[in-house]
């Protein structure tokens, strides 16, 4: 039996176009889900993970597969539609699972021949089966996971040429952000899966550096933290030689032990959301505002450099809160922070966020012609309208604060500081440029979006009074 498993492109995505500057070699990811439920397949299934972002393959020249599993964020749903529809037609089932397809059922189920929504450990051996008997139904629902029981990831099967391999260590967020899917998809309840497992695992890796997927690596409580220790002595004492990186959010800071113990392991970065240049333009988007309200940033960001780790700050653009000069601000407090990386988003409504509720129920999402329009859902387009910010505002604020951010004195300046400190000053340099690389094509890209939106909004103010555009 023959199973094709598929990450789709999104071409619109900057981080698949490798060919176009190669520091965005740095930004490609394995996809883990794939390599997961590889895990999960039995031995008789012959495996061939296809990650589009490394290339899209000759799918026609390729043998013809017994089953075809695609995996899509949002932003993938409709090359994955396009994928199921060329499979289909050659009579191979194909099953979607992944966030789109839970959160947007009603529309997958349309395009293919099942569906598996949640997380898919639980059933997936039972789908490949119904696969082998003839009978795969409809609808699977994964619910949530045993974390204690997910066998490891398949880290043999993809080719080399990844900058990272990736690794999960928990799942679920109690934090509960109303822009973000995690808690929504992986629910609040905080899952640890049992350390002797992790360092199994991580043992397996090819790579030298990995991501470590985790939405919040050390958690929020006083048992999470006590566990993310004890995960880094273990890592500590396996000496796997891998450097790391992590998601986590600004509590990191707050112990020191923890720190020591995360660069014992060899932490050397993390990502960070801060989101809002003032902690008060969080208030009312869910649990992140409490950790970062009252609290010197830059002390904490500080803190974790002083452990020879990077810190790279994640920024939202088109919060209720955010005016005119949002760009300069979010650039200016990224520099006081002393982050060493800047990643900025606009403000995104995703499907089965509450967010999207709100912006659904007060008619503020204009990009809604659904499927096509998902391809826009990278957070690097403003899908949305925006408090108090026009198209034009809100891409000129974009491109502000990038601009500012990584103009070559500040990156120079930046990389000097790393040198001086002796913080990984190369990969600070390789991070920066890759951001910058992309600067240009961004702007090509929002002129080519606005024309789209231009027609959408010339067509929509036939019956409305209120436009998008300026
Ligand atoms: C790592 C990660 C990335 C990485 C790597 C992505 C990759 N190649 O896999 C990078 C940094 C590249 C990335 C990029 C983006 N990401 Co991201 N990412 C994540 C993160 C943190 C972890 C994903 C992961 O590996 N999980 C571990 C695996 C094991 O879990 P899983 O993917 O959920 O898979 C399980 C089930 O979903 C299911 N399943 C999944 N696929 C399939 C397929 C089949 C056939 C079946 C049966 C089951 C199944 O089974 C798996 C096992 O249970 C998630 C948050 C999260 N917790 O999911 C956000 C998340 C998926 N990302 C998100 C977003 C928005 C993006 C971006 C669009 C925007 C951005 N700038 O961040 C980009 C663009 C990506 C693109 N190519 O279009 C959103 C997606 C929301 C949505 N509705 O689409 C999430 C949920 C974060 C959030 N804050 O809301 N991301
Ligand atoms: S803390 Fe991070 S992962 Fe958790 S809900 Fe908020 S944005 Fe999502």
Same mark, same amino acid.
């Given at each position: 039996m023959r199973l094709y498993l598929i990450n789709p492109s999104n071409p619109l995505v900057s981080i698949v176009k490798v060919k176009e500057s190669r520091w965005n070699r740095y930004r490609v990811w394995k996809p883990l889900s794939l390599m997961v439920l590889a895990g999960l397949t039995p031995a008789e299934w012959e495996i061939s993970i296809m990650d589009e972002n490394l290339g899209v393959p000759d799918y026609a020249a390729l043998p013809r597969p017994d089953l075809v599993g695609i995996t899509a964020f949002t932003s993938q749903a409709n090359r994955a539609y396009e994928l199921a529809g060329h499979f289909r037609r050659l009579g191979v089932p194909v099953v979607m699972g992944g966030i789109h397809a839970t959160m947007c059922l009603d529309e997958v189920l349309e395009r293919v021949d099942s569906v598996v929504t949640r997380e898919a450990d639980g059933v997936w051996p039972q789908v490949l089966d119904d696969v082998r008997q003839g009978?795969?139904?409809?609808?699977?629902?994964?619910?949530?996971?045993?974390?204690?029981?997910?066998?490891p990831a398949r880290h043999d099967?993809?080719?080399?040429?990844?900058?990272?391999?990736?690794?999960?260590?928990?799942?679920?967020?109690?934090?509960?952000?109303?822009?973000?899917?995690?808690?929504?998809?992986?629910?609040?309840?905080?899952?640890?899966?049992?350390?002797?497992?992790?360092?199994?695992?991580?043992?397996?890796?090819?790579?030298?550096?990995?991501?470590?997927?985790?939405?919040?690596?050390?958690?929020?409580?006083?048992?999470?933290i006590a566990r993310a220790k004890d995960l880094f002595r273990a890592l500590a004492r396996a000496n796997l030689r891998k450097e790391w990186i992590a998601q986590a959010t600004i509590n990191f800071a707050d112990d020191e032990e923890l720190l020591a113990l995360a660069a014992k392991a060899r932490c050397s970065g993390v990502f960070i959301g801060f989101e809002s240049p003032s902690p008060e333009g969080l208030r009312g988007y869910g649990g992140k505002f409490t950790l970062l309200k009252d609290r010197d940033i830059r002390a904490s960001v500080q803190r974790i450099q002083r452990h020879n780790i990077l810190v790279a700050g994640s920024f939202i653009i088109g919060l209720d809160a955010?005016?005119?000069?949002?760009?300069?601000?979010i650039a200016e407090m990224a520099g006081h922070y002393g982050v060493d990386h800047l990643n900025v988003l606009f403000l995104t409504p995703l499907p089965g966020t509450r967010l999207w509720d709100q912006m659904k129920s007060q008619g503020r999402i204009p990009l809604n012609v659904f499927p096509q329009d998902w391809k826009y859902y990278t957070l690097t387009y403003p899908v949305a309208r925006?408090?108090?910010?026009?198209?034009?505002?809100?891409? @000129?604020?974009?491109?502000?604060?990038?601009?500012?951010?990584? #103009?070559?004195?500040?990156? $120079? %300046? /930046?990389?000097?500081?790393?040198?001086?400190?002796? @913080?990984?000053?190369?990969?600070?340099?390789?991070?920066?440029? #890759?951001?910058?690389?992309? $600067? %240009? /094509?961004?702007?090509?890209?929002?002129?080519?979006?606005?024309?789209q939106v231009g027609r959408m909004d010339k067509q929509e103010s036939q019956h409305k009074t209120t436009g998008f555009m300026d």
């Open positions: 009978r795969l139904k409809r609808r699977y629902e994964g619910g949530f996971a045993d974390i204690a029981r997910v066998p099967l993809l080719a080399t040429g990844y900058a990272f391999g990736a690794i999960q260590t928990t799942r679920g967020c109690p934090l509960n952000c109303s822009f973000c899917s995690v808690t929504a998809f992986n629910g609040a309840h905080y899952r640890q899966r049992p350390i002797p497992d992790v360092v199994r695992e991580f043992q397996s890796i090819p790579e030298k550096r990995v991501l470590v997927v985790d939405d919040n690596l050390i958690g929020i409580r006083p048992e999470h955010d005016e005119p000069g949002i760009g300069s601000r925006y408090e108090h910010l026009s198209l034009d505002d809100v891409i @000129r604020e974009m491109t502000s604060c990038n601009e500012a951010f990584y #103009s070559v004195p500040r990156i $120079l %300046h /930046r990389v000097a500081g790393s040198f001086w400190h002796r @913080r990984k000053p190369l990969i600070s340099l390789a991070g920066s440029l #890759s951001y910058r690389g992309n $600067l %240009h /094509r961004d702007s090509q890209a929002y002129a080519d979006f606005k024309r």
